[in-house]
């Protein structure tokens, strides 16, 4: 077929798109001018931080002690906060649904887990340390807030997008609705919530060094009483440490996900 001389460019650019893409260019050299970004700050801080990464070197191996204590409650705090969460998680996804709660318990739903997706894991835990002290409860407690945030609405969401037609049929022979949400919901989106849960669980094994920077116990505490102490030495070990749990963690994550094909 031939083409006509005003065809349409498969990515071109019309006018709006040209004057959006300036506008935000200028609005980012507006922001980094407001902030002080200047090659010359820049160009110090990579000088300051190849310094920093020279004392960081060798890892300080004589504190083994402190650092197992940090690390074998960053994992305390991660598995516990995800396996609590998830329990709560299952009867708030199920109250935020559309298809199985009426609107008011629906809003009350979907209001908790935007409240708890609101709050940063930090802040929660800056909130919980306030709360009951210092220590791993505080820890648990928020990564708790963010694990019903992100995997309430998940599953939420999911319960949404089942097919409706077993939930009817249910309901038709007089099913009670725990045996509605037993045998006509869990059954489509089981493997979707353990695809969320391991996710989570790997999130929380990153969240839990991040809160204990504010005192809600774990590695993050050590790490940043080194800093104080200016042990960077000490502070190279723990971060590798944390980057190998990680990585070990992704490692698990990924096989229980092949292992239950999710």
């Excluded at 299952?90 to 009426?102: D, E, I, R, Y």
Aim: net charge positive.
């Amino acid at each position: 077929m031939k083409q006509t001389g005003n065809a349409r460019q498969p990515f071109g650019w019309s006018l709006a798109h040209k004057a959006a893409l300036a506008a935000a260019l200028a609005y980012g050299a507006w922001s980094l001018a407001g902030m002080e970004v200047s090659p010359a700050r820049l160009a110090a801080g990579w000088e300051q931080g190849g310094r920093f990464l020279a004392r960081m070197f060798p890892p300080e191996l004589g504190k083994m002690d402190e650092l197992w204590q940090g690390i074998k409650e960053t994992l305390q705090i991660a598995v516990l906060a995800t396996a609590l969460g998830l329990l709560l998680s299952l009867p708030v996804g199920l109250l935020a649904a559309a298809n199985l709660s009426p609107a008011p318990l629906r809003m009350a739903g979907r209001a908790l887990i935007a409240a708890c997706r609101a709050l940063h894991p930090v802040i929660s835990a800056i909130l919980f340390v306030k709360a009951v002290g210092f220590g791993p409860l505080a820890g648990i407690l928020a990564l708790v807030v963010a694990t019903v945030g992100f995997v309430g609405k998940l599953f939420a969401d999911a319960i949404e997008e089942i097919s409706p037609k077993p939930i009817e049929a249910m309901r038709a022979t007089g099913a009670s609705f725990a045996n509605v949400v037993l045998f006509g919901v869990l059954p489509q989106v089981i493997s979707r919530f353990v695809g969320f849960s391991t996710y989570q669980l790997d999130s929380n094994l990153r969240n839990s060094t991040m809160v204990g920077i504010v005192g809600a116990g774990g590695i993050g505490g050590a790490l940043f009483a080194a800093f104080l102490r200016y042990e960077y030495s000490f502070v190279c070990t723990i971060l590798a440490t944390v980057i190998a749990i990680i990585v070990v963690g992704e490692l698990a994550v990924n096989a229980v996900r092949k292992a239950l094909d999710v």
